[in-house]
């Protein structure tokens, strides 16, 4: 089964929909670092991430890993490690996993530009939290908490997502 993007405001699986938003500046096939663009698209999922310090452990089929504050993922094009979970250190640019507000208390990456990375393709787009369906992402797909809760109860790492 498939997790479709219906548009951009309706994410659906199975018999469920849910409300969502993407990246401020819409959906590509040319998707480019910084574009604020959500990448077009048949893409498999990773592991679920969660912070443990705010949230139980959800119940879920996916592999589960705990945030912590040392995690971060490459978004330096420049770096050999570029779109991969990375321990944070000096030099190398990143996304903040271990994040002061909630977006990140639980995220999925979508394997996009993933086994073959290409440099400056884009990186760190993830399914993750809003707390404001009216507020863009940076090209991630964001739900609300208790949507997100109920997806990861029917999805499994056999999923795939679909973004048109």
Not at 3 to 21: A, G, M, R, V, Y
Request: charged content about 35%; glycine content about 6%; proline content about 2%.
């Amino acid at each position: 089964m498939h997790i479709i993007l219906k548009n951009k405001n309706t994410l659906i699986f199975d018999e469920f929909q849910f409300s969502c938003c993407i990246g401020k500046n819409g959906a590509t096939k040319k998707k480019v670092e910084g574009d604020k663009k959500t990448p077009i698209g048949k893409f498999s999922l990773g592991s679920l991430f969660y912070r443990k310090d705010r949230n139980k452990k959800p119940i879920t089929k996916l592999k589960i890993f705990e945030i912590k504050k040392n995690m971060g993922w490459c978004d330096d094009s420049t770096s050999n490690q570029y779109n991969k979970l990375i321990k944070i250190k000096k030099g190398i640019k990143h996304e903040k996993m271990f994040r002061k507000d909630t977006k990140y208390d639980f995220l999925i990456p979508i394997k996009y530009n993933y086994k073959k990375v290409k440099k400056k393709a884009g990186s760190a787009i993830f399914i993750h939290l809003t707390k404001n369906l009216k507020t863009k992402t940076l090209g991630c797909i964001a739900l609300k908490k208790k949507d997100f809760l109920i997806l990861l109860k029917l999805i499994s790492k056999k999923t795939k997502i679909i973004i048109n």
